[in-house]
């Protein structure tokens, strides 16, 4: 149970483009949603967390108008890379936990490996 | 604030000998606890956390953790690696102490190595 997929696992795309990448709870309703980015050798950087229904939380100094992330539903939230650069290129890893409480794990999708041209 | 520290950036260890993977936190009140595993370009897959009780805690893979309270310690530990273990380890924490929904904090990572 708990299993957390992502939706592409790699895109390629030109300079300028929109990127979405999807992510999705297969087997459990997810209250709250995260997105990650992860820079070669480096750790987890938290983006945004976000609640189905409103509106995300961005972490400080990432732009909230870049990266569009819409959480439809309880089984699907979306991260949108807009007039993606060179610089966006990076891993975004999602997670979702299944409540809101204090105690909850974050169950983490497989990622996917954004590179821009 | 909370902040967790991994202070080794790579562990190596012979293949059947035990291993441990350091991991010190820091938060105003009570910490919850984690560590995850990252394989090579693939998410981090969850292997065990700590809330209250035990301070030793089973996770998944044969792995294990101690809490401790006075070092303010969590590190991984397993009795004997397998070479299927070499990944990424990622230590987190979140304090307890504060209301509502807090981040977690994650570690920089300690690329752990079993050797053959």
């Known amino acids: 149970g708990a299993v957390v997929s992502q939706h592409p696992s790699r895109v390629i795309c030109k300079s300028g483009t929109s990127v979405k990448i999807e992510c999705r709870s297969l087997?459990?309703?997810?209250?709250?949603m995260f997105w990650y980015r992860q820079f070669p050798k480096q750790s987890l950087m938290l983006m945004a967390t976000?609640?189905?229904?409103?509106?995300?939380?961005?972490e400080q100094g990432v732009e909230k108008d870049k990266f569009l992330i819409n959480h439809a539903s309880l089984t699907l939230s979306t991260l949108t890379v807009t007039s993606a650069h060179p610089e966006d290129s990076s891993f975004y890893i999602c997670?979702?936990?299944?409540?809101?409480?204090?105690?909850?794990?974050?169950?983490f999708g497989p990622g996917t490996r954004l590179t821009v041209l | 604030a909370q902040s967790v520290a991994q202070p080794e950036d790579q562990v190596k260890v012979a293949e059947g000998n035990p291993l441990t993977v350091k991991c010190t936190y820091s938060?105003?009140?009570?910490?919850?606890l984690f560590w995850y595993v990252q394989y090579p370009n693939r998410g981090l897959q969850f292997l065990l956390k700590?809330?209250?009780?035990?301070?030793l805690v089973k996770g998944s893979y044969g792995f294990e953790a101690e809490f401790n309270k006075s070092q303010t310690s969590f590190h991984l530990k397993k009795p004997s690696a397998l070479v299927s273990d070499s990944a990424l380890y990622f230590c987190?924490?979140?304090?307890?102490?504060?209301?509502?929904?807090?981040?977690?904090?994650f570690g920089t990572g300690t690329k752990l190595q079993v050797i053959p």
């Open positions: 997670s979702a936990t299944l409540g809101q409480g204090r105690t909850d794990t974050q169950y």
């Open positions: 087997d459990f309703q997810a209250t709250t």
């Open positions: 976000s609640n189905e229904g409103s509106k995300a939380t961005y």
């Open positions: 938060v105003s009140g009570n910490p919850y």
């Open positions: 700590y809330i209250t009780g035990d301070n």
């Open positions: 987190a924490v979140r304090d307890m102490s504060t209301g509502g929904y807090q981040k977690v904090t």
